[in-house]
């Protein structure tokens, strides 16, 4: 466990994977300490890149749990704490709410509400309410949470220092960037003074402040923050981990604000990596297919932009449905690249459609939604 948690995920694998047979023939299959190497093989295989493999392998090892220890076991619980998190992690944000929602209950009845166990989880649902699309209600759950992780772990525990990372990021992602920046800003340092330098959470949290950096209106900044940070990120992790593809993806975003040319190829280059490590209907590879499809219109070529979020749009929908935040933005861009490419009675529909689902989703008085009533009026007048 410390082999991974010193930041090498893959190492730790290995070594769990040759104990496994060990603890088998000497405490049998069923021990307790058993099931424990079997979740931590299912761990450091989550963590070394493949969220579908450890979502398999936790789901795998539950019945187990709960025939040889009980359904209340503490164990248990935290197996299906984990089913719940791979859920997610292999780009299925509801699933994973759902379970979370589900075993909330549970673990404050077993555990008690002040356990850190449960707040663990509260703090899961938080996450995946906003990854599942609703960042205001996840907003409220961290702001809601934080109070009692500093009154029962304190303001330095490294689990307060995520509900604080948290908090700023969904901040960001109701519309407030500066704030994000602000609170990502004086977060940092209290991450740094905590954990060590290559700990993720410090790489992480170095990631969230170059990202609301650029969103707060300093691209350029954004772009520095994060080309520093990714020799770091695949020292650390490794040139084919998630985190380390996400920060590529960072650099050649940011990149494009400046050079969209070199941006589209930064993304061409990225695409098949992500595809091949994540598979073809993750998020972050929907992710990657929007900038290339946004940088390729940007670069001078509307016509093939708009050809790839129509190819791109019903993946999404499919795996993330029609009202999430994303779908609805590649909409939107279908949209703008469809006029861009000489048809704006085809631009005008498009977005005449779309402004009655945002403002069915988002509210007549969302940035979305306003946008979408410009881009109406836009390209009916053209």
Known sequence: AWT???GNPGAALKLFTALLPDRQR??????PETLTTHSNIAVWTGRA???GAALELFTALLPHRQRMQGPDHPDTLTTRHDIADWTGEAGKAGAALELFTALLPDRQRVL???????LTTRHSMAAWTGRAGDAAAALELCSALLPDQQRVLGPDHPETLRVRASQARWTGDVG????ARELFAALLPDVEGVLRPDHPDVLQARADLAHWTGHAGEPGGAR??????????????GPNHPETLKTRASVAGWTGEDDPGRARELFEALLPDVTGLLGSDHPETLKARASHARWTGAAGDPGRARNL???LLPDVTRVLGPDHPDTLTDRANLAHWT?????????RDLFAALLLDVTRVLGPEHPDTYRAQHNVARWTGW
């Open 4 to 6: 991974g948690r010193a």
């Open 176 to 179: 407030e960037p500066g704030g």
């Open 26 to 31: 000497v405490l049998g299959p069923n021990h």
């Open 112 to 118: 008690g509400p002040d356990h850190p166990d449960t």
């Open 224 to 237: 520095e923050l994060f080309a520093a940070l990714l020799p770091d990120i695949e020292r650390v992790l």
């Open 309 to 311: 979020f129509a190819a």
């Open 49 to 51: 890149g493949d969220a």
């Open 339 to 347: 006029g861009e490419a000489g048809d704006p009675g085809g631009a």
